[in-house]
Each structure stands twice: as C-alpha cells, then as structure tokens.
C-alpha cells in the first residue's frame, strides 16, 4: 500500500470530548482497510477501529502547547481528536488518509479486497437472495392491471433503471418510449408498489420536460394507463414532492411538472421537501449542535431548531404519509417524482411502502425495500455517499433521513417493525462502509459494468446471519394487518441520539431495555442455543472479542501488500505470538459496530 | 353554605361528551357535591365517567343556538368537550363546576366524604416517619438522636413533630437556630448515606440581613454536622447575586468567616410562579395544532420546562457528587427551603438510594421528603396549566420532581422497581384525589384538620398487592450502585407519558407495556414459580417489622 507513509505512530493522544481528564495516550495504526488506535495501560487492551470508509473528514487544526492536533470526522458521525507529538507524523498521517479516505478508483473499495470466507456458490446465492421480481410476484404481478416488462433489459430506454420494471398491463412500447423521452433521463412512470386491497398503485418517475409549454402525447397516454389500471378510483394523484418554486425554476430550464390541463383526471399536489443541497447543509448544522461540549438546554433547542434537521423529517413523513392515506383511504393510485426521481422520491415510496405494507416492516422486508425503491431503480449510492473522491455537492445524506423516518415511526409504534434501531444504524453503517457491495455504484447498469457479483459480497445474508442482534422483541404479528396511521404533529419528531451521537455513550441510557428484553427472549426461543454460540453474541453486542482482532491484525500481516509487512521497520505490535495459530481462516471484524464495542467497553 | 346549594341543576339528559380521539357520546350529565358524573346508557353495557370536581382546572363557556358548550380543562391535562342542550342548564352546570371545583376549606374536600367498603380508617395512616427512618439507619444511632422539639408544631410550624439532630446539639441550641432561619426551618437530616455515613441536611435561609447577622448556635450545629471532618458543602440554590439580594429583604446565606468549615456553592433554580408559567406554556405548546416543526421547537425551547429539569438533575448530580464520590457533607437550602431544596434533597436519594427505588421506598422518599417535611401542596396545586385564574401560590415543583424521576428511569430502566405509572398516578393525585395524603401545606395543617383520622392514606392504598402490580417495573433488578443520570441536553426528553397521556401515542405505548409484561410473565414461567414471587412479596413484608420498633424508640 503505497499510500501510507507511516504505518505506526507512538504516544499518540486520544482527546475526550467531555472530560479531558479522562484523555489517554496510545498508538495509532495505518492498515490498508482500516485506521486503528490502540490504547494499554497496564492489563487492559482498548482498540478503536475506524474503516478509511468512515471518514468523512481529516483535519490538521493549528498547532497547541500540547502537539499537533487531527480532527477525523466520520460518515458514522464518529469523531476523533488525536494530538500528535511531532508535527511531522501529524503530517504524515494526514497525508496517508487523505488519500486513503477518498480512493479514485472503485476498486480500491474495502468490497473488492473483502472476503467473508464464503465460495463462489455462497456468493452467488448471497446475490439471489433478495430479488425484486419475488416483490412484484409477492404483490400479485403480473395481474389484470400491471404485468412485469423486460423492455429495458438492454437499459436503453432509461439507463439509471433496472432492467425489469411494473408497467400497465398493455401498455404500448411507443407509449413507454415516448413518455421517456419526455422525462428527465427517461426516468419513466414505473411501478413502485400494487396495493393488492384497493388496486391502488404508487407509480414513480422523473419530473416531465414539459417547460413552459411543452407535451407529450405518449407520456399523458402513459398517466391514462396507471388512472385506468385501478378501477377502483377514476383520478390519479401527481405528486411532485418538491417546493412549488423549485418545480417553478425548473420549467425555465425545460424541465418542470405536469399541467393539469394537459392531463386527464389527474389532481397535482406538491409536497414541499427540499432538495440535497438543502439536506446536506442540514445534517452538518445538526451535527455542530451534536457536537459542543456542554450546551445548556436552550441552545441545544434553539441549534436543533435551526439546523432544520427535523423539519425536513417531517416533510419526507408528510409526503409518505399522503400517499399512504391517499392509497388506503382514497383507493387513488398516486405517481410520485420530484427532479430526477432518484432521491425524495425514493425516500417517499418506501416510506409509504412501510406504512402501507407490513411485509417492509420486518428484517427481511426492509432489505426487499431498499434493494428495491433505492438500488435498484438508481439512487446514486456512490455519489450521495461520496465513496469516491468525487463532487462533494453530489454528497446527500438522502438515505439517512429515510433510516430516520423510520426509526421515527418506531418510535411511535414500538411493536409494529421486527427490527429495531440497531438494524437501522448498522445498515447505515454499512451503506458507507462499502465492505459488501450492495450499496457501490450509482445504478444497475453501473454495477453490471463494475461486475459487482463477481467481485464483490452482498451484505443481506450476513445481515440475516446475525438477525437475532436486530430483533424487536416487542414486535407483535398480530398488529401485522394493519395501515400505520403515524401522527404528524411536530412534537414526535425527536432527535436521534441513538444515530448522531452514537459514539457518545455517555449520553444514552446507562441500562438497555432491549438488552434485557432480547435476553429474555432469546433463552425462551433458543433454549438449546448452545453456549458457545452465546459467548459469541455476547462479544459481538457488547463485550470486547479481543481474539477476534487479534486475529485479523495477524490476517493482514500475513498478506504481502499489508502496510505492516511492506514498510520498513513496522512491528507488529503485541501480536507476533500470534502468527502461527492463525492458520484457520480468521474470522474477520464483521462489522463497524462490534469494532467500537471494543472501545466502548474498557 | 351547604356544598348542595351551589347546584342548581343536579341533572342533564341528552348531553354530547367529546373527547379527543374517542367518539362522541350522548347521555346523562350529573353534578353532584364533589363530581362531574357522564353516564351514557344507550348501549346494555352502559358507560360512565366520573371527574372529581377538583380536578377540573378551568371551563369554558360557549353559547351556540339555544344549546351551549362547555370545555373542561382538567388538572391531568386531559380536555372534555360537553353539549349541554339548553342554554340556562348549561350556565348552571358551569356555575356549579366553577363554585365547587375549587373550595377553600379542607374538610369540605372529596377525602373527607370517600368512604369506600374495602377500606377502613383505623388502620394506620402513612408508611414511614421521622422515628422509623432513625430506627432503621443504623449508621445514625451513634451520633445522631430524635428530637422532638417540633412536638407542638411552635419552634417550626412547617416542620414534622420530630427531626433528627446531631446528639451534641440540645434542643435550646436547636431553638435558637430556628429563630435565625426563614420559617424556623433550621438545618435537618434528610438523609445518611449508607455507604459513608455522610449526611443531606436542608434547611431554609438564613436570616443575615443587610447587617450580617450571625447564630453561634446555628454555625456550632452546623459545625456538628460534619464532626470534625475538613469540610461539608452548601448548595445554595440561587444564584451567588440573588443570595447577596435577599439580604436586603432580612434574608441571606452563610458567610466563609463564620462557617470556615463549609463551602458554599452557588446553582441558580428558577422557582415559584416562573415555573408555574413554563408549566403553562409547556403543555399550551403540545396541545398546539401548527404543523411546523420550528415553532414546536421554539416554544419547546421557550418554556423552559427541559432547563428546569436540567438543572434539578444537574444539581442532584452535584449533591450525589459530594457525597458519594468526595466523601462530604452537604447542606442544600434555597430561600424557604419547601420547594427546591426539597426537589433536590430527593433526588440526590434516589440517585445515591438503592432503597429509595423500591415502590414502598419511593412513596417513603415522598412522604417523609415532601408531605412531612412541609412542601405546601395545597397552595403549589390549586391549579395546573390552564387556569385563567390569577396566580398565588402555585408552582408544580412537584411534577417537576415526577418528571425528573421519569428521566432517572429513562436512563435506568432497570434500576427502579416503580413504574412510568406510579409516576402519572401520583401527578394525578396531587393535584386532585379520593385520598388524604396530599392535602393541606404541612403536618400541623393536617393534624389541625384531623385528615389522619377522616381520610385514607394514599400510598397505603397504592400498596396493596392487587393495586400494586400495575405500578411494578417488570425489569426491575435492583442494584447497589449510584445511578447518576446523565444530563447532556440530548439525554433529556420530553416526557412524553405525561404531556402526551391523552393522545393516541399513549395507547401506543401502553401496547409495548403490555409486551414487556407479557415476555418477562412467560419469562418467569419457564424459569420456575420462585422467581414470580420473588419481586412481588418484598416490600409488603417490610412494612410490618417497622410499626413494632415504634415502642422502642424513648429507649434510645
């Protein structure tokens, strides 16, 4: 690894945010995958782990009386504030992970060196085992109203969409290609999900080229197509989820939204939530509110109110909220976009997904969810989570605030979801970790190309394998039937400390009902759980499993292209009794999660 | 003036009760001396609701046609809606509501006429007093003695008959001590950590005055407090510029020259009608119906309620600190020494106290800290958040207390034995209820008034074993240790259970209660029966041994 100038540096210090009594000395490490900071003070070991993923940030802060500060801000919302002795391994470390945090090419991500230890036939079955056209089947596809179209198996039609798609049963192929080329990247009206109840159907899309005056035979042909495949309501909902005045600008440009006029038996309706740039600004208000030391109550209330953060939650859960209601309630089927149709209206249609549908509601259904209304049908993953040095305006916490909704939701209804935050937090853990590689890439056509299923794992069977850590116990299959009916008041929008102040332990609950309850469970259910396999629950939810690091500290030193064997004079610290007992393919770190229980908990 | 007379219409047919997120209902409405009684017979199954007339916060009277519309905004926030066909009844039920819902004297009140079968009034009243915490603390017997100097209710008025006093300090030192503090309340043991045998006294101001003014007595009392150890603190709880202020108005604080042995420690608490206030615009905030996220939050921010618990929270923190983790003594005053030093001194306890975390401990916390020690309920609850009446008295340092408990079990939900409802239960009861315990402002109060003798004990009530279980903390595992809460701004919340309880959230919440009750029910099964009872049984047992120490007690 040519990039890491200095693989270790010593006496390294570990500012606490909160008590600077409490600030240790350690050493850092560089590896090619990870940066980690190792802490001993007499028989105990506490190691932080930060995947280069992570970081968001690297920055060298003016010089103190004390050395040479780095300030590591990270995608997980982790912070670390190393004071360094010499300025010249400051620099040098700053140097190694500017390069390392933000590599120039895809396959220098953490997915294409990664190996779970699985064969190719696992890998392939990892691959099959979420599909979204079991979804479209699960939904009754194809029916007298929709059916399942390869039109664009080549992607020519539009290339940020998958190759299958929902289209109206009989829909012409001129009606399909004309209304695309009508649409901003000929991101079409698709099918996102069929309400098997009402035949009531979400349908998504990019805005229309419509500019001032423009229209489009085919594309209106296409919108009587959706109104006409529900018999159950004679209009169509068009829900254009931006700001009137940004759907405003963009008819200046060409683009912009449906006239009424134009359109048969459609009813318009816009829904106000802002666009990434917006979002971003946000979150990175929120997190300076997250991050001052000791705020009294009052600033803390007032950042969180300009942040805007939660205001913007509110107006993802409105727009969900609408379709929801208008598809149970009204039995109208609704077509969503917004500009291109790959961010606010992703977060729209799976949030409406889950109200409507219990089936996204468990483990297992929240992963159909996002492979389907995110990855696949093109939410550009690489770009808003900047896996790659590339624009930092394409960066957009889009995908989180649809985690959050969700959690906000659970929040509200605590026994509706089979999963509980720690699934959340883990997934948005691994969108950016880029360990598997589900989430690299901004669309199939891209993945395709990159040959993700050869090179690469997929992350949802590891997720199941541990699915007993995500579990809710307080999950009830009986309230399973249900529509959720969330209030929208502004006063159930709470912070989530949980997600943004992660890392800082101190302020959450000191004892964890979920523990307990799982705890509780997990003897009733798996009473022949044998024992070993509970000591390695136990090590990855909270006690620190030192062999397992150890081990993989030893894995990556065995490789050739390890920083600790490629440079001159690295040793490798406290392990080298080590070596020879790792024959056995070592168990990696599985997840960032379990990385930072070791820090947590000495 | 007989209670009847303020009726002028006893009875209402054909009257609409509209609560939020139910139905609307029609049948009979009744007032009668001391409730508000809904009876709706339509259905075989017949439904009724019944109000105490105390209850009842403010009406609001509104005419529509001949009919008119009363809204009722009761203590516990919850907000009722009657449509009362003609409008002369309706004038009447208003009046009636009006005149009956907030009678002055004492012995009119609902207490001293519930007279239900499955209780009897000459069972003992009240779960702990001064004598008992004495018996039970071992750690005390050396060096400490019951005084009961107070027996007649004349060296303190607020205080109990009885207190606990250094032994080296006589009652006459005592006296004088008293006379140098606001309302005669000199400084008291609240309490002695097991761990160390530090104590908590509270006490009110002292009385400097603008011309510095000292007691010896009071600074040798003090000075016996921490017997020869370096130091003890003393948590003022105004800031240092309002207690140099209040000498002005005869008040003041201890002065380094007099009491070298302590040092004093300046927490700025808001009190009396600045918190009834925050109270008010509290819950007008989530009651308001604006969708924008900025103005919740604003007015969120605005009231203050979350600043108050942060700093009742922050400074309990700082008590437990000297006392567990420094090893000192603490005195903890603010001006009258009945509102926020109360606040405080208890929630030290339930931090430091695993025995203050069981139910029967919690409600002997409250009664000895709170309605023994003289924190003037009747005045601070006459009304809640949506009187228009002017303010006098009023201040819900008392729900502020439930409120930080609440967070307390937030962060450690299984460090208390009590549940969110015992919680809810008690801010419902204090402000209006069938029971005694929270009437009048002190122990002479209610000895004057003979509540002892003519009303049921609440907490009595609260447990017995088939009433208890409904408060229980199904995780309950007791611990040792000092649960100190943390209180970064993002650690506190909103609590939700109380100001939310009427909405649809709440049923929401109650289904994952019933969860958690139903997995640690099935839990237990399958470990085998002796752990069911296990939890069950420990705290009504401890009641008994107590009452037989009473005797012993001159022998000591």
């Not at chain 1, 990855?540 to 490789?559: I, N, Q």
């Not at chain 2, 309880?501 to 209660?513: G, K, L």
């Amino acid at each position: 690894m040519e990039h890491i100038i200095t693989p270790k540096v010593e006496y390294v210090k570990l500012l606490n945010r909160y008590a600077e009594k409490k600030s240790v000395l350690g050493t850092l490490y560089l590896t090619a995958t990870h940066l980690i900071y190792v802490e001993q003070t007499n028989n105990t070991r506490k190691e932080t782990w930060v995947l280069h993923h992570h970081i968001m940030s690297v920055e060298k802060l003016p010089l103190t009386a004390h050395g040479c500060p780095l300030l590591i801000c990270c995608k997980t919302f982790q912070l670390l504030h190393l004071l360094f002795q010499r300025e010249r391994d400051c620099q040098d470390v700053y140097q190694s992970l500017l390069r390392l945090f933000q590599p120039v090419k895809e396959e220098e991500l953490y997915a294409f060196l990664y190996n779970p230890h699985q064969n190719e036939e696992d890998r392939r079955q990892g691959w099959e085992f979420i599909n979204v056209a079991n979804d479209f089947s699960r939904m009754g596809l194809s029916n007298d109203y929709w059916e399942i179209s390869h039109l664009n198996k080549d992607y020519e039609i539009c290339s940020t969409y998958p190759s299958i798609l929902g289209l109206p049963k009989n829909v012409s192929v001129a009606t399909v290609t004309g209304s695309a080329k009508f649409r901003s990247r000929g991101r079409l009206p698709v099918l996102s999900y069929f309400h098997k109840d009402t035949k009531a159907a979400i349908c998504r899309c990019s805005q229309p080229l419509s500019g001032l005056t423009s229209r489009c035979v085919e594309d209106e042909q296409m919108l009587q197509a959706i109104s006409q495949a529900n018999p159950n309501c004679p209009f169509i909902y068009v829900v254009d989820t931006r700001p009137k005045l940004n759907a405003m600008a963009n008819r200046a440009a060409g683009k912009g939204y449906e006239n009424e006029d134009n359109y048969s038996n459609i009813r318009f309706q816009f829904q106000g939530i802002e666009n990434i740039h917006v979002m971003r600004n946000s979150l990175q208000k929120l997190l300076e509110v997250c991050s001052v030391k000791s705020p009294s109550m009052s600033d803390y209330l007032t950042g969180l109110e300009n942040s805007g953060w939660l205001r913007h939650i509110k107006s993802v859960m409105d727009a969900g909220v609408f379709l929801a209601k208008a598809v149970c309630e009204e039995r109208a089927s609704v077509l969503v976009h917004c500009s291109d149709g790959w961010d606010r209206t992703a977060q729209v249609c799976s949030l409406s997904c889950i109200l409507l549908d219990p089936y996204y509601r468990t483990i297992k259904g929240l992963m159909v969810l996002i492979e389907k209304e995110w990855i696949s049908i093109g939410h550009k993953f690489s770009h808003r989570c900047g896996h790659l040095d590339t624009d930092p305006k394409e960066v957009s916490p889009v995908f989180t605030q649809f985690l959050e909704c969700v959690w906000q939701l659970s929040e509200q209804f605590p026994c509706v979801f089979e999963f509980n935050e720690r699934y959340l937090i883990e997934i948005h853990n691994q969108v950016y970790a880029c360990q598997y590689g589900n989430f690299i890439g901004n669309c199939q056509k891209e993945r395709l190309e990159m040959r993700l299923h050869e090179k690469t794992f997929s992350l949802w069977p590891h997720l199941l394998k541990n699915q007993h850590l995500y579990r809710n116990p307080l999950y009830r299959r009986s309230l399973e039937c249900t529509v959720l009916r969330p209030s929208t008041l502004p006063l159930h929008f709470k912070f989530w400390c949980g997600m943004y102040n992660y890392y800082d332990g101190g302020m959450h609950p000191k004892q964890s009902v979920l523990d307990q309850l799982l705890s509780l469970t997990q003897k009733q259910v798996e009473g022949e759980r044998t024992m070993t396999e509970l000591q390695r629950v136990r090590g990855v939810m909270g006690v620190v499993d030192f062999v397992r690091v150890e081990r993989y500290l030893t894995d990556m030193m065995l490789s050739p292209s390890h920083p600790f064997t490629a440079a001159e004079g690295a040793e490798p610290a406290a392990t080298e009794h080590d070596l020879t007992s790792s024959k056995d393919k070592p168990v990696s770190v599985e997840t960032e999660h379990s990385k930072e229980e070791v820090q947590e908990s000495s | 003036m007989e209670l009847s007379e303020h009726i002028k219409t006893a009875n209402v047919e054909d009257v609409t009760l509209r609560r939020p997120f139910h139905p609307a209902l029609r049948g009979t409405l009744c007032v009668t001396s001391h409730h508000l009684l809904f009876s709706d017979r339509k259905d075989e199954a017949s439904w009724q609701l019944l109000i105490l007339l105390k209850n009842i916060d403010a009406i609001e009277k509104r005419a529509v046609g001949s009919s008119g519309t009363i809204t009722i905004k009761c203590k516990d926030l919850l907000v009722l809606q009657l449509e009362i066909p003609g409008m002369e009844e309706c004038l009447n039920i208003a009046s009636s509501i009006e005149a009956l819902s907030s009678l002055e004297s004492v012995t009119e009140m609902y207490p001293f006429f519930y007279r239900p079968s499955h209780l009897t009034l000459n069972g003992p009243w009240g779960l702990s007093s001064t004598e008992q915490y004495y018996k039970q603390t071992e750690r005390l017997w050396d060096r400490w003695r019951v005084s009961t100097l107070n027996s007649d209710y004349s060296v303190c008025p607020s205080y109990p008959s009885a207190v606990i006093m250094p032994r080296e300090v006589d009652d006459d030192k005592l006296i004088r001590s008293a006379r140098f503090r606001q309302g005669g309340r000199f400084p008291v043991l609240s309490y002695c950590h097991h761990r160390n045998g530090m104590v908590i006294m509270r006490s009110s101001q002292p009385l400097t005055g603008a011309n510095k003014k000292r007691c010896k007595e009071d600074e040798l009392l003090l000075q016996a407090v921490i017997d020869g150890s370096e130091l003890g603190y003393i948590i003022d709880l105004r800031s240092a510029q309002q207690a140099q202020q209040a000498r002005m108005t005869g008040g003041g604080f201890e002065s380094k020259s007099f009491y070298s042995h302590w040092k004093r420690i300046h927490r700025h608490h808001e009190r009396g009608k600045v918190v009834q206030e925050s109270l008010i615009k509290l819950v007008e905030a989530c009651s308001d119906p604006s969708h924008s996220v900025d103005r919740w939050l604003s007015k969120l921010e605005n009231s203050k309620w979350l600043s108050h618990v942060h700093s009742a929270l922050s400074t309990a923190g700082l008590v437990v600190e000297c006392v567990e983790r420094d090893g000192h003594s603490v005195l903890v005053h603010g001006s009258e020494g009945t509102d926020n030093t109360l606040l405080v001194s208890s929630l030290a306890q339930l931090i430091l106290d695993p025995a203050s975390r069981t139910v029967t401990g919690f409600l002997c916390l409250l009664e000895r800290e709170w309605i023994q020690a003289g924190h003037p309920f009747q005045q601070r609850c006459a009304h809640s958040a949506y009187s228009h009446a002017r303010l006098k008295q009023e201040c819900p340092i008392f729900l502020l207390l439930l409120d930080c408990v609440w967070q307390v079990w937030r962060q450690f939900p299984l460090a208390l034995e009590f549940s969110e409802a015992l919680l809810l239960r008690l801010a419902q009861e204090v402000y209006a209820s069938n029971y005694g315990t929270f009437l009048c402002n002190s122990e002479q109060e209610r000895c004057a008034a003979g509540v002892k003798e003519n009303t049921h004990c609440l907490f009595q009530s609260l447990l017995r074993p088939d009433i208890e279980e409904q408060y229980l903390n199904p995780l309950y595992e007791p611990t040792d240790l000092a649960i100190w809460p943390s209180v970064h701004p993002q650690s506190l919340q909103l609590w939700t259970g109380l100001f939310l309880r009427w909405t649809e959230y709440a049923q929401n919440m109650e289904e994952a209660r019933e969860e958690v009750w139903s997995i640690v029910k099935e839990h237990h099964e399958q470990a085998g029966p002796d752990r069911t009872n296990n939890t069950l049984s420990t705290h009504c047992d401890t009641l008994t041994p107590f009452e037989n120490l009473m005797d012993e007690l001159t022998i000591l």
